[in-house]
Every structure is written in structure tokens, then in C-alpha cells.
């Protein structure tokens, strides 16, 4: 079992930054596919960044070149850096760790961190 227990959200206002924590419980970026996820009001949790083990990063598109996803593995913590912010930027984020281990897929969730970008 892992747990992720991310922190960091918060309102800010259109323009701002924030950066946001997931602490694993266990060392496993080195096995895991790390990702952030949001989900807006009345809209489908989509994937925002992602970390492979090897450290290559993707993000999607509404988000690049604003956002980085960068990880301290001494912590056991990845984190998702947002810059710029807009208020469709505004959701529920998510921090997910997923692996495949003989045919076997474990996947795990946070418990969500509330993002608002409002004035």
C-alpha cells in the first residue's frame, strides 16, 4: 500500500503561483508513473502532468509552459509548480502514483487539494 497526501492549495488570484506537494509514504519513483490530476466542477478528472520513473515529464496541453512537475526523491515528494494561474485553472487536484507489476496494475490516489483561482 502507498498513501499520498498532497498539500499546497489554496485561492490566489489570475496571475499568481502556486505550488503544490504529494508526499508518498514510500520510496517508489523509481518504479511509479507519478501524475497530477484535476477535476473541475461538473467536468471529468483529466491529467494534467506526469512523471515517468526515469524523470521524462508530458503535460497537457492547457497547461504547458505554465506548470512544471518536478520530484525530491530523498522526500518522497512530487510536486506540481503553477505559474500564471487562470481561473479555469480552478479544481480539485489530485496527486497519482500507478505501477504494473507482474500483469498487476496498483494505483493510488490522494485525497485532493482544492486549487481556486479567483479575484
Known amino acids: 500500500q502507498v498513501q499520498l497526501v498532497e498539500s499546497g492549495g489554496g485561492l490566489v488570484q489570475p496571475g499568481g503561483s502556486l505550488r503544490l506537494s504529494c508526499a508518498a509514504s514510500k520510496n517508489i519513483f523509481s518504479s511509479y508513473l507519478m501524475g497530477w490530476y484535476r477535476q473541475a466542477p461538473g467536468k471529468q478528472r483529466e491529467l494534467v502532468a506526469a512523471?515517468?520513473?526515469?524523470?521524462?515529464?508530458n503535460y497537457a496541453d492547457p497547461v504547458k509552459g505554465r506548470f512544471t512537475i518536478s520530484r525530491d526523491n530523498a522526500k518522497n515528494t512530487v510536486y506540481l509548480q503553477m505559474n500564471s494561474l487562470k481561473s479555469e485553472d480552478t479544481a480539485v487536484y489530485y496527486c497519482?502514483?500507478?505501477?504494473?507489476?507482474?500483469?498487476?496494475?496498483?494505483?493510488?490516489w490522494g485525497q485532493g487539494t482544492q486549487v481556486t483561482v479567483s479575484s
Open positions: 497519482n502514483a500507478d505501477h504494473i507489476f507482474m500483469g498487476t496494475r496498483y494505483t493510488y
Open positions: 512523471m515517468t520513473s526515469g524523470g521524462s515529464t
